[in-house]
């Protein structure tokens, strides 16, 4: 059952993630960006007109300092 959304707000939609892929893309993203990085793929992926891939955060620095 997919749940209603109002007028204003797209449908929600459930996405299974490793919890761990998830926070880290939260950590990178921004917590309240992770929806619209997700929506950018998918637009990207799906060749949508004028869609582009979202720009990567840089790389994390390593712990070990290599």
């Known amino acids: 059952m997919v749940s209603r959304a109002k007028d204003t707000h797209t449908t929600n939609r459930v ?33 949508r007109p004028g869609a582009e891939l979202p720009e990567r955060p840089p790389a994390p620095k390593d712990s070990a300092g290599a």
Do not use: K, T
């Not at 993203?29 to 060749?47: D, E, K, M, N, S």
């Open 15 to 47: 996405m299974r993630l490793d919890d761990e892929d998830w926070d880290d893309l939260g950590a990178r993203a921004g917590v309240r960006q992770r929806a619209a990085v997700v929506r950018a793929l998918i637009r990207w992926y799906l060749r």
